[in-house]
């Protein structure tokens, strides 16, 4: 084999890989394509060992997240991209073992944030509460 068969070969194999839509070794998952050992998750896209997600892509071992992408080990996020080891993010972005924050950006080991700014625990729900509610 040589270097064009090489390539030639690895980029039918991209392709193939792309255009499949299954699941391998996913559970009860519908609507997702190219994710691997899901569970229950739904309109996924390249996602691995997620359960219960929803419209996430590339996201992997996270659980009930909904529309995250390039997420890793996250519970409970909606909008979130690119974060890890987080809970309860709501449109945060790189953001790293983070719990309750909203609207953050490349924040690490904070919790109780609403645009990188600290509040307590009662201020940030209530805040939360007003923000999703108007």
């Not at 068969?5 to 391998?24: P, T």
């Not at 080891?85 to 904070?110: E, I």
């Amino acid at each position: 084999m040589n270097r064009s068969e090489f390539e030639a070969e690895y980029a039918h194999l991209l392709r193939d890989f792309g255009a499949s839509e299954k699941n391998v070794g996913s559970f009860r998952s519908e609507g997702c394509t190219g994710s691997m050992h899901c569970m229950f998750c739904t309109g996924c896209r390249n996602c691995y060992r997620c359960t219960h997600c929803r419209d996430c892509e590339a996201t992997t071992g996270s659980g009930h997240c909904v529309r995250c992408a390039g997420c890793h080990d996250c519970s409970h996020c909606e909008d979130a991209v690119a974060c890890t080891h987080s809970a309860y993010l709501v449109r945060c972005s790189f953001c790293t073992d983070c719990n309750y924050c909203l609207g953050c950006v490349g924040l690490a080991m904070k919790e109780f944030h609403i645009l990188n700014q600290p509040y307590t625990r009662s201020e940030y729900f209530a805040l939360v509460k007003g923000l999703v509610n108007d």
